[in-house]
């Protein structure tokens, strides 16, 4: 059998063989299941004396490990071998350290009740105590000394080798926190593992443990713990639990409600971290109760963008449980490179801001707030749905030649059902409405076959596209005014960008539609609710940088019942309709754009209006200084 000195007494390597990849000092990187198998092998070698190390990152779940997996594995079968968990955080000196240890054991044998009728843990403790007529369980204990008129004191170390029996495994962790020096705390464990023949394993974050030594430090230097430490423990273990053993332990529960395959997604989502951090990711529930609760994810019809906001949500939710914050970028290669945009990681995490909420501002979580970050994050970060995306394949193929001349009949159906999907998700995005016609409409001409009514189809498919959401089509007129005609090409830019009819007749189709919706509200709202006239009229001015097309609106107005509407307004509402129309600087601008008839048209309702609000009989003061005010104002939009 080899051995080899080691200060006080010998040790042996387990299984009469010693280990050679750990050479003593370094960690060998092993799963849970060889973590058990080495503690067991340990505890069933009767001729070692040395401790055992399990190592890791703060918050892998060292603890949680030891005191559920390992501890179960170890207590179930024939040859059981108790498990006594002592924390030696803050613990300044032997005797503290040993009370901590004497803790774990009344935390292990003296909660709760037998059942049965059978003795309880503590009186069995009790009864124990008593037998030995030992004082080192503190104030409980010396009160049975003095019942049982005994009066023994012990050393520290002692007490504890009387209470961990030889079978037992006694864990210390926290060791990094022990405010004991190197020597006393190792020292203590050598006495255990050699002079009393107990089974210790150490727990901590030997990284973090030598990062609080030094040549001159406090606990001892590096030196001395490598000296030390080489007599006190042989084997080491890092240990690193798989991504998905972590996130199932803490998270399986709440993660199966949400949808199937969560579990799997969660796990994907922070699978390149260094290490999964336990106690981080068990502050997340009460977040993903929400999106559970939300039913954002209950039968989407798109579950593939649904799982995507999934996992981007979950980890921007790990990394603010671990503190993690997130700026602006300081440059353009900490975003994100998608569709040629670079996205902002710090604008996509604000959008998810139920998440900030919960971990940065310390409110609750609300499951319709939740709701509503998804729904606009998946809008706006995922906005094409599965049949856009095959749509935008194709497009892309078309783009790069990359076809057979067999496959562009299916090609262009595949991009017309993209347009306006037919299981209700969402189609291509009104951004790539122009370009998608120029690159259909390039390839008509050679595919004549393939296109019997030339690009009529797509047309009319974008034209019932924008027939539904006129909003989201003008938005995307002014973010891309040029690609939609607006505004003229450059031609020294150094790609042409071909005119299309089609393409100018969408715009006008978007812009008619929504400036007829709008006049339309505005008008329902006049003659139905005409005390929320002021704030509706105001609203729909305030939410565009270009008022040419709610300036438009106006002109359906029914000039009667808009000046007895005022009349009869308060203060409040009376000064947004002078705000609206004061002709300042960007209402003179928009006004003197305006053509031909539109500008007939606007002339002859303000006239319209100036002459029924001279009709009015003006009681109040603040009525005689507002409806001058406005009547100036019309006279001015009526010489435009």
């Not at 009066?151 to 504890?160: E, G, I, R, T």
């Not at 039913?295 to 963008?305: C, Q």
Request: charged content about 30%; hydrophobic content about 40%; some cysteine.
């Amino acid at each position: 059998m080899g051995s080899e000195s080691a200060g006080v007494g010998s040790r042996v390597a387990i299984g009469k063989v010693r280990v050679e990849t750990d050479g003593g000092q370094g960690a060998t990187k092993v799963n849970e299941d060889d973590i058990i198998g080495v503690v067991r092998e340990y505890l069933e070698d009767k001729e070692n004396s040395y401790a055992l190390m399990l190592t890791g990152e703060w918050g892998c779940g060292k603890t949680y490990f030891v005191e559920h997996a390992l501890t179960e594995k170890l207590e179930e079968d024939e040859s059981r071998h108790p498990v006594v968990v002592a924390s030696a955080y803050g613990a300044k000196d032997l005797a503290e350290l040993c009370g901590a240890i004497e803790s774990g054991f009344i935390s292990k044998y003296a909660i709760g009740c037998a059942a049965g009728g059978e003795r309880g843990r503590w009186d069995s403790l009790v009864g124990f105590a008593k037998d030995t007529g030992i004082s080192f369980l503190g104030k409980k204990i010396r009160e049975l000394e003095k019942k049982a008129g005994v009066d023994l004191k012990m050393a520290p170390l002692n007490a504890v080798n009387l209470i961990i029996g030889p079978e037992t495994l006694l864990v210390i962790d926290d060791v990094e926190r022990c405010d004991m020096g190197i020597r006393e705390l190792l020292g203590a464990v050598d006495h255990l593992v050699v002079g009393c023949r107990k089974k210790v394993l150490l727990v901590c974050n030997e990284d973090e443990w030598r990062k609080g030594l030094g040549p001159k430090g406090e606990k001892g230097t590096t030196r001395e713990y490598e000296s030390l430490i080489e007599k006190t423990v042989w084997r080491k273990c890092r240990f690193r639990p798989s991504v998905g053993s972590v996130v199932e332990r803490v998270l399986g529960g709440v993660l199966g409600g949400i949808y199937p395959g969560a579990l799997e997604d969660a796990v994907s989502a922070i699978e390149g971290s260094e290490s999964p951090n336990l106690r981080s990711l068990s502050k997340m529930r009460p977040v993903l109760v929400g999106m559970k609760e939300s039913g954002f994810f209950a039968e989407p019809t798109d579950p593939e963008s649904a799982r995507a906001v999934f996992k981007e949500a979950f980890g921007f939710a790990a990394g603010a449980a671990k503190g993690m914050r997130i700026g602006p970028p300081s440059s353009r290669e900490d975003s994100i490179l998608r569709g040629g945009i670079f996205e902002s990681r710090r604008l996509k995490y604000a959008a998810l801001d139920f998440i900030p909420r919960f971990f940065e501002r310390c409110e609750g979580v609300d499951s319709k707030h939740v709701r509503s970050c998804l729904e606009d994050y998946l809008a706006t970060f995922h906005p094409d749905g599965p049949a856009a995306r095959k749509a935008i394949e194709c497009i892309d193929g078309i783009r790069h030649a990359t076809f057979r001349d067999a496959d562009v009949p299916g090609m262009v159906e595949t991009i017309v059902a993209g347009i306006v999907p037919g299981d209700g998700s969402r189609g291509l995005s009104f951004d790539v409405y122009p370009d998608v016609l120029r690159a259909v409409k390039g390839i008509a001409g050679e595919f004549a076959d393939a296109f019997p009514e030339g690009v009529a189809p797509l047309v009319k498919a974008m034209e019932s596209s924008i027939g539904r959401d006129p909003e989201s089509a003008v938005r995307s007129i002014g973010k891309n005014r040029v690609e939609w005609q607006e505004i003229p090409f450059d031609s020294s830019e150094a790609h042409e960008i071909p005119a299309l009819e089609e393409v100018d007749r969408l715009r006008e189709l978007a812009l008619t539609t929504l400036r007829e919706r709008e006049s339309e509200s505005l008008g329902n709202v006049l003659k139905n609710a005409p005390d929320q006239f002021a704030t509706k009229l105001y609203l729909a001015f305030s939410k565009s940088d270009d008022w040419s097309e709610p300036i438009l609106s106006l002109i359906s107005l029914d000039t009667s019942l808009l000046a007895r509407a005022m009349e009869k307004m308060p203060p409040e509402d009376i000064r947004l309709v002078h705000s609206v129309l004061f002709p300042g600087d960007h209402m003179r601008s928009c006004t003197a754009s305006l053509e031909g008839e539109d500008r007939k048209a606007l002339v002859a309702w303000a006239k319209r209006l100036g002459s029924e609000i001279g009709k009015v009989e003006t009681m109040e003061y603040y009525q005689r200084i507002y409806f001058d005010a406005i009547s100036k104002s019309l006279e001015c939009l009526a010489d435009i």
